[in-house]
């Protein structure tokens, strides 16, 4: 009876939506306050009334900047702000730290881009300036290369259908068998995940971050079986992205690419692959 109790409590405290514990430490007065505030639109973006109108699918930005990225699984937002501004060639010009985080509303989260000087956006680059507080700047590591490029460029219908395989064994007890998710599982394909325009619409990029970070809590994939579990969630449906579509008109848009559209299909091709020859039908 008194170990079921413990247990239950301990579950309880677990599941503690994040939002709802206030940050430690935070400057006294309005930037407290902002910080505070990023963090919380970050972890409920989708609920939270500043940040809410700027999103178009089930998630939230801390589904895959897991524990508000402060951690250090792939996807963290350590040492992030010192990064920025930052040459981002898919933008083809600098961006700041702001820019980024609007980037990723109009493409992981499927909605409008906010302004840069909202408070939707100087808020979160608050939390995300703060998480670095304690740090002097100091010397990033250069990251090992990636092996995932070479093994998307050689992929092939065995490893799609190890993908799925794998994708019913780790993976469709939380996000569904058709990705749709359930309840506070997110939807990894379809209408309400991330759009074709997103960094995880990437296949080599979903397999860094997967590894790092799927199944949730035991992330223990091989680097082989990222790839493939990667590449079938990637060949699965999901929203196109046309850049033009996701830009308030009249706002400010810093970019030189002012055009851009991305679909699975679009992807696949420019990873020199196809869905039909991935799944094993005639092209
Ligand atoms: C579907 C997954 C996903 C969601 C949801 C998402 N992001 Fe991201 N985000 C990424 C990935 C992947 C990258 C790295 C992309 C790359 O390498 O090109 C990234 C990069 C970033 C970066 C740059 C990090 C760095 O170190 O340079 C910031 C800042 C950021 N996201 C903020 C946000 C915010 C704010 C939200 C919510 C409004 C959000 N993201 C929602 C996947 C996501
Ligand atoms: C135990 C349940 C569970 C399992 C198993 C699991 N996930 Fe997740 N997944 C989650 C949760 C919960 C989140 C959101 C994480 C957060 O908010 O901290 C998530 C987030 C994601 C995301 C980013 C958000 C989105 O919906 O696009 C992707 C992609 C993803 N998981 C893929 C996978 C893959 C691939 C596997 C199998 C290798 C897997 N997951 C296994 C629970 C799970």
């Known amino acids: 009876m008194r170990k079921l109790f413990i ?3 301990l579950f309880s405290l677990a599941n503690l939506p994040a939002a709802a514990q206030p940050l430690q430490g935070l400057p006294p007065g ?3 306050a902002a910080i505070q505030s990023g963090h919380d639109m970050i ?3 989708g609920t939270n009334a500043a940040s809410k109108g700027y999103i178009g699918n089930a998630l939230t930005c801390a589904n895959c900047h897991t524990n508000a990225g ?3 699984h792939p996807g ?3 040492n992030t702000a010192s990064e920025y501004p930052s040459f981002s060639p898919r933008e083809g010009a600098v961006i700041t730290l702001e820019d980024r985080i609007a980037n990723c509303f109009m493409r992981s989260m499927n909605g409008k881009r906010p302004s840069t000087d909202s408070a939707v956006v100087v808020d979160m680059a ?3 300036d703060w998480l670095d507080r304690d740090k002097n700047v100091e010397a990033l590591a250069t990251p090992a290369p990636s092996p995932y490029p070479a093994m998307v460029k050689a992929a092939n219908a065995a490893d799609y259908a190890a993908g799925q395989t794998l994708y019913k064994q780790n993976c469709a007890a939380c996000h569904g068998a058709n990705g749709a998710g359930m309840g506070s599982f997110p939807p990894v394909w379809g209408a309400r995940s991330y759009n074709a325009g997103a960094g995880l619409a990437n296949i080599a990029k979903l397999a860094t971050w997967v590894k790092g970070n799927m199944p949730l809590g035991n992330p223990h994939l091989s680097e ?3 790839f493939q579990v990667a590449l079938y969630v990637d060949t699965q449906p999901r929203p196109d992205f046309v850049l033009q579509d996701h830009l308030p008109p009249g706002q400010a848009y810093n970019a030189k690419v002012q055009s851009e559209t991305d ?3 679009s992807n696949l091709k420019k990873a020199g692959l196809s869905a039909a020859a991935l799944q094993g039908q005639a092209p």
């Open 43 to 45: 972890m409920q973006t």
């Open 70 to 72: 402060n951690n250090d």
């Open 7 to 9: 247990t239950t409590f």
């Open 224 to 226: 082989q079986q990222a």
């Open 76 to 78: 963290n937002f350590l």
């Open 126 to 128: 608050a939390y995300i």
């Open 30 to 32: 309005p930037l407290g």
């Open 263 to 265: 679909s699975v299909a």
